[in-house]
């Protein structure tokens, strides 16, 4: 059960950092799930690293929306080029 709520919460993140990022950007549902848990995985990281978070403590919403913001931002920019 706790990977169904980790694909829902991942959509729901990577659907506020779609929301979040300006421009159009033209994912399905399973890239929009997959990019809101990278970006989860994404913030873990890096708070853990910073000293944030304790490892393999939970990460707050917005971290997660941002951490999935930036892969969007960076995805974008890869494909563009």
């Known amino acids: ?16 950092a779609r929301a979040v990022l300006p421009g159009t950007q033209s994912l399905g549902f399973i890239l929009t799930a997959l990019l809101g848990i990278a970006g ?8 853990t690293q910073l000293g944030w978070y304790a490892p393999g403590a939970a990460v707050g919403f917005i971290a ?16 563009a080029s």
């Open 1 to 16: 059960m706790h990977y169904v709520w980790m694909v829902i919460v991942g959509f729901v993140v990577g659907l506020v």
């Open 40 to 47: 989860s995985f994404l913030a873990g990281f890096v708070g």
């Open 64 to 79: 997660s929306v941002v951490g999935a913001a930036l892969l969007l931002f960076v995805v974008s920019k890869l494909k």
